[in-house]
């Protein structure tokens, strides 16, 4: 990890934002003291002997991406949902942290950490429903400060397993659980300020004046950020989270609902009036029949930022999320031309509009858009250097350095990753971070943890009657049966 006090980006082509979030191209050389960006001009000499110069000749240097709904302890889980609807997914993997013990915690967030930082994230909001001991938490938010990584994380009142055998959960939150959240919302920030504390909330079930303390205390506590899963649907329920959360007078600008899948044009006239906000993860909800992805919708647009939710379903990359959102919206929208034997005149999203859902727009739905987001003097380094030479962008990034990023572009591209002015990742490699104890962990380190993990945590699964599970969680969340169809 390079830890040099100036960084000099030279010769690269910087992406910067104007007020109307216009992405425009400018050849520049950007200055980095500490952990903010302190000047940009076309030609800067290094401020001292120390300094560290990136020749960035040939290279795109964009706002670090912006993740802003992940559920980062879930590495240990990867490949095991391909296939898998939501109903799948609860008992097999949500549930399934019931068998991570601290130690499996600790390498599940610093890899899912590390596999952000690989592909240009910088910052996430971390949706950690792994609150299933009184170590845990402590272990995931070590990892975190551990990765280098900019983070929310949200401590979450996770419905903890008491057994398998018929799957059954605690009916209270844990004894620890307040006592803990309020010591870790007096200690924080972690990680020199990177690591933030947050709340992910979803026990909507309790009685209206538990769920109305809960959001109280938070915020007294100085939680910026309050998120939740919205999916209306055959899972869930129809109901409208945005409609009772402002009847508990609790929607506002710290508020962040994942997926909000269905959502209402009342939902989305609500939270454009209180200044919410929403992260669309348009791989897990195209898969698991969340319900379309509302990253484009008209009345939800404006709101919308973008996550990965699940890296042990898919992709754990934001360049994805974004061709993603992209190419399905103007599918969707094509496609009434098409059954009507017409084609349209114009393509009705461009790619940079879903760069923005990925950089700006994801500072603005967790409340930073005036430290990071965008390229500016006085905002925070979290930087991204792209080959713009590579096989995949070579042409592109001349031509539309935007198109290149979102059309073309690959982790493998992704060359170089700043965060909080400190090098990530370097020559396309990550780089090793310094463990809680001082150790130096390179990723091969990292990587043998975790299938260790794996393989302890599986001989555990492969216990379990999954399809009694199944059942089980049907009857908890009083699901329909007959809304469960193979075929309509």
């Known amino acids: 990890m390079a830890t040099s006090s100036s960084l000099l980006l030279k010769n690269g082509t910087l992406l910067m934002h104007k007020e109307d979030d216009h992405v425009e191209p400018i050849k520049a050389d950007l200055l980095i003291i500490g952990n903010?960006?302190?000047?940009?001009?076309?030609?800067?000499?290094?401020?001292?002997?120390?300094?560290?110069?990136?020749?960035?000749?040939?290279?795109?240097?964009?706002?670090?991406?912006i993740d802003t709904h992940h559920h980062v302890w879930q590495t240990q889980l990867k490949g095991r949902h391909a296939n898998d609807t939501l109903l799948d997914y609860i008992p097999k993997g949500n549930s399934t942290g019931a068998l991570y013990n601290a130690e499996d915690v600790f390498w599940g967030e610093l890899g899912g950490c590390l596999e952000a930082i690989d592909s240009g994230t910088t910052m996430l909001v971390d949706h950690a429903h792994i609150t299933h001991g009184p170590s845990h938490v402590p272990k995931a938010i070590s990892a975190t400060v551990t990765s280098g990584i900019r983070s929310i994380f949200g401590y979450?009142?996770?419905?903890?397993?008491?057994?398998?055998?018929?799957?059954t959960f605690a009916p209270a939150t844990p004894d620890y659980f307040d006592s803990q959240f309020?010591?870790?919302?007096?200690?924080?920030?972690?990680?020199?300020?990177?690591?933030?504390?947050?709340l992910a909330f979803d026990s909507f079930f309790l009685p209206k004046e538990i769920v109305i303390e809960r959001y109280q205390r938070a915020r007294s506590l100085g939680i910026k950020l309050v998120t939740s899963h919205y999916v209306r649907g055959?899972?869930?329920?129809?109901?409208?989270?945005?409609?009772?959360?402002?009847?508990?007078?609790?929607?506002?600008?710290?508020?962040?609902?994942?997926?909000?899948?269905?959502?209402?044009?009342?939902?989305?006239?609500?939270?454009?009036?209180?200044?919410?906000?929403?992260?669309a993860t348009p791989d897990t909800e195209l898969q698991m029949a969340h319900g379309f992805p509302v990253s484009f919708r008209d009345d939800?647009?404006?709101?919308?930022?973008?996550?990965?939710?699940?890296?042990?379903?898919?992709?754990?990359?934001?360049?994805?999320?974004?061709?993603?959102?992209?190419?399905?919206?103007?599918?969707?929208?094509?496609?009434?031309?098409?059954d009507a034997g017409k084609n349209p005149n114009f393509v009705k999203h461009t790619v940079e509009a879903a760069f923005n859902l990925g950089t700006i727009k994801g500072a603005r739905a967790v409340g930073m858009e005036g430290q990071i987001g965008s390229i500016a003097v006085g905002k925070l380094a979290d930087l991204v250097i792209i080959d713009g030479e590579s096989p995949a962008t070579i042409c592109a990034a001349e031509h539309d350095p935007v198109a290149a990023i979102v059309m073309h572009a690959s982790v493998r591209d992704i060359e170089t990753v700043i965060v909080?002015?400190?090098?990530?990742?370097?020559?396309?490699?990550?780089?090793?971070?310094?463990?809680?104890?001082?150790?130096?962990?390179?990723?091969?380190?990292?990587?043998?943890?975790?299938?260790?993990?794996?393989?302890?945590?599986?001989?555990?699964?492969?216990?379990?009657?999954?399809?009694?599970?199944?059942?089980?969680?049907?009857?908890?969340?009083?699901?329909k049966s007959e809304n469960f169809v193979d075929s309509l």
């Open 156 to 167: 979450c009142d996770t419905s903890n397993v008491t057994s398998w055998s018929p799957l």
């Open 36 to 65: 903010k960006i302190t000047d940009i001009q076309p030609h800067l000499d290094a401020p001292g002997v120390d300094t560290v110069v990136l020749d960035c000749t040939g290279k795109l240097i964009s706002p670090g991406f």
């Open 420 to 479: 909080d002015g400190k090098i990530r990742k370097r020559g396309g490699k990550l780089l090793a971070v310094q463990g809680p104890a001082g150790e130096n962990l390179q990723w091969k380190t990292v990587a043998r943890k975790l299938m260790e993990s794996r393989l302890r945590i599986e001989a555990e699964y492969r216990k379990i009657d999954m399809k009694s599970a199944t059942t089980r969680i049907m009857e908890v969340f009083q699901m």
């Open 234 to 279: 055959a899972i869930i329920g129809q109901h409208s989270l945005v409609e009772l959360l402002k009847s508990y007078g609790l929607l506002g600008p710290d508020i962040l609902l994942s997926h909000a899948s269905n959502a209402t044009s009342e939902d989305a006239a609500l939270l454009a009036k209180a200044n919410a906000h929403v992260s």
């Open 300 to 338: 939800l647009h404006a709101l919308c930022s973008l996550g990965v939710d699940c890296h042990s379903n898919n992709s754990g990359d934001i360049l994805t999320q974004m061709r993603l959102a992209l190419q399905a919206a103007r599918g969707s929208y094509n496609q009434s031309f098409v």
């Open 182 to 198: 309020a010591d870790l919302a007096n200690q924080q920030p972690f990680g020199d300020g990177r690591v933030q504390l947050g």
